[in-house]
T-cell receptor
Framework: EAGVAQSPRYKIIEKRQSVAFWCNPI?????LYWYQQILGQGPKLLIQ????????DSQLPKDRFSAERLKGVDSTLKIQPAKLEDSAVYLC????????????FGDGTRLSIL | SQQGEEDPQALSIQEGENATMNCSYK?????LQWYRQNSGRGLVHLIL?????REKHSGRLRVTLDTSKKSSSLLITASRAADTASYFC???????????FGRGTSLIVHP
């Protein structure tokens, strides 16, 4: 079984620029998660999708972050404009059916804001 | 917030010793999961324990759950250098179904 794929692995941008991350979950997994992980901390959930619907986005800074999961498969997370405090690793995860089952994580995108 | 607290924040042991990490939480949960994260990689699921379970095993891993004390522990027996990683607990609350991770325990196993 192929794992969760994320790209790019690394991204360096200047503040106020925009950036997008892509995630391809494990085939057949209905639930997809985007997390932000700041160095030395645990992952913080940004948004959770069930198929192509949003389950929770209460911790997504909606003035600058957006995410979509068209057709209930791949997902993109966008930041526009980026701030210095957005420097972090952005992790995508998927699970078969909801958070009461194990999550499978990609290796993340490490974002550095200059 | 339901964020868990892991204890200790850092743990350094010799190969062959046991490592115990603890996780405490605030409100009722559906289940609690433990994950491992190697440097520069994503998290890897280790064990899921449901609120009506008290103990689960997987190889050298043993997880306990005490819902009366709102705490869980992860025991790694006969540790190896390859166990060096950060370990996180994740709580799934009873009502929200939103996963919440703790800050993690950084484990270093010296060969």
């Amino acid at each position: 079984e192929a794992g969760v794929a994320q790209s790019p692995r690394y991204k360096i941008i200047e503040k106020r620029q925009s950036v997008a991350f892509w995630c391809n979950p494990i085939s057949g997994h209905a639930t997809l998660y985007w997390y932000q992980q700041i160095l030395g901390q645990g992952p913080k959930l940004l948004i959770q999708f069930q198929n192509n619907g949003v389950v929770d986005d209460s911790q997504l800074p909606k003035d600058r972050f957006s995410a979509e999961r068209l057709k209930g498969v791949d997902s993109t997370l966008k930041i526009q404009p980026a701030k210095l405090e957005d420097s972090a690793v952005y992790l995508c995860a998927s699970s078969l059916r909801g958070p009461n089952q194990p999550q499978h994580f990609g290796d993340g995108t490490r974002l550095s804001i200059l | 917030s339901q964020q868990g607290e892991e204890d200790p924040q850092a743990l350094s042991i010799q190969e062959g010793e046991n490592a115990t990490m603890n996780c405490s939480y605030k409100t009722s949960i559906n289940n609690l999961q433990w994950y491992r994260q190697n440097s520069g990689r994503g998290l890897v699921h280790l064990i899921l324990i449901r609120s009506n379970e008290r103990e689960k095993h997987s190889g050298r891993l043993r997880v306990t759950l005490d819902t009366s004390k709102k705490s869980s522990s992860l025991l790694i027996t006969a540790s190896r250098a390859a166990d060096t990683a950060s370990y996180f607990c994740a709580m799934i609350s009873g009502g929200s179904y939103i996963p919440t991770f703790g800050r993690g325990t950084s484990l270093i196993v010296h060969p």
